[in-house]
């Protein structure tokens, strides 16, 4: 199946600066339908591969709760990493920069563990395709990447049945078990008495079916991980992810609290509120610079003012 890919441009407030966000629509490879089927009568047949190509980007987050969704999803996420990191291959060849260079032109950021495939998929891009070295091409991968992990709660640590991920991907089962092996090879020379952590840590779950432990890929795959709130951020630390903080250092863990952008969480949710302010502070300079709003300081015995907030 093909890729189509989708430009949304998302245009700055109050700035020359007009960010590209680009979506991928899944369609066949080849024509629209089955002109052989159509013509002798099997006109379900002839639009078969069209549809089955079409469900991948049709529904996000089908119902994983049944193997043919589970299936699907898997599907999804290996789609959507592979489209992004081919575009994004391409456009760095055309710069003819050697691929050491890659990680000072390419930041990826994985948004949870959905997108985790894509450390598998550039690892097998740079090995299989472009003939890199494993030691070369992991030392890129893991330059390339950051992980923002979103919450403790261990259902949302995203896990993958092993037999599943051998059925639709099993070049990149192997390339997992590759990267499992030199990982643990690490851990035990620096924990030799500790057998019980190399089982904690590895991204196999032995259970049965063993499955792999996305969010431990994740980490693995990555120079940085980051929460959401220091308070979280310090959670993870703390417990889900002790392991790595005694195998990595505290140093590759980091905090990046989520904000919110006043230019549509004030300007254009409340209009006549941030009218206001704008009245009191001679202009709309503070949906750019929010510390501008200590000047309404002034205003806290203004009744008028109040009134009007209210």
């Known amino acids: 199946m093909q890729a189509i890919a989708y430009d949304v441009p998302v245009p700055g407030y109050d700035t020359a600066t007009c960010n590209n966000l680009r979506l991928w629509s899944s369609k066949p490879a080849s024509g629209e339908f089955d002109f052989q089927k159509f013509n002798s009568g099997d006109y379900e047949g002839s639009i ?49 920069r050697p691929w050491s260079q890659f990680p000072d032109q390419v930041a990826i950021q994985l948004n949870d563990t959905h997108p985790t495939l894509a450390i598998v998929e550039l690892q097998r891009i740079f090995c299989d395709v472009e003939h890199l070295p494993w030691d070369v091409a992991w030392e890129i991968v893991v330059r390339t990447f950051g992980y923002t992990n979103h919450t403790v709660l261990p259902e949302a640590l995203e896990k993958w049945p092993v037999p599943l991920v051998q059925h639709l991907l099993p070049r990149h089962l192997q390339i997992i078990y590759d990267i499992n092996l030199l990982f643990l090879q690490q851990v035990e020379r620096k924990f030799p008495k500790d057998r019980e952590m190399l089982s904690r840590v590895s991204i196999i779950e032995e259970t049965q079916p063993q499955v792999i432990r996305m969010a431990y890929l994740a980490i693995i795959g990555s120079h940085k991980v980051n929460g959401v709130a220091e308070l979280h951020s310090d959670l993870i630390k703390a417990t889900i992810f002790k392991d790595f903080v005694d ?37 709309y300079e503070f949906l750019k610079n929010l510390s501008l709003l200590e000047g309404l300081r002034g205003f806290v015995n203004d009744k008028e003012f109040r009134r009007e907030v209210r």
């Open 247 to 283: 195998i990595y250092g505290p140093d590759k863990f980091t905090n990046v609290t989520n904000g919110i952008t006043p230019r549509r969480w004030l300007h254009q949710a409340n209009p006549k509120l941030s009218d206001l302010i704008a009245s009191k502070l001679g202009g």
């Open 48 to 96: 078969r591969d069209q549809q089955r190509a079409e469900t991948i980007s049709a529904v996000l987050y089908p119902n994983d709760n049944i193997s043919a969704g589970k299936e699907l999803r898997l599907k999804q996420q290996y789609f959507w990493v592979s489209a992004s990191l081919h575009d994004i291959i391409r456009r760095f060849k055309k710069t003819h």
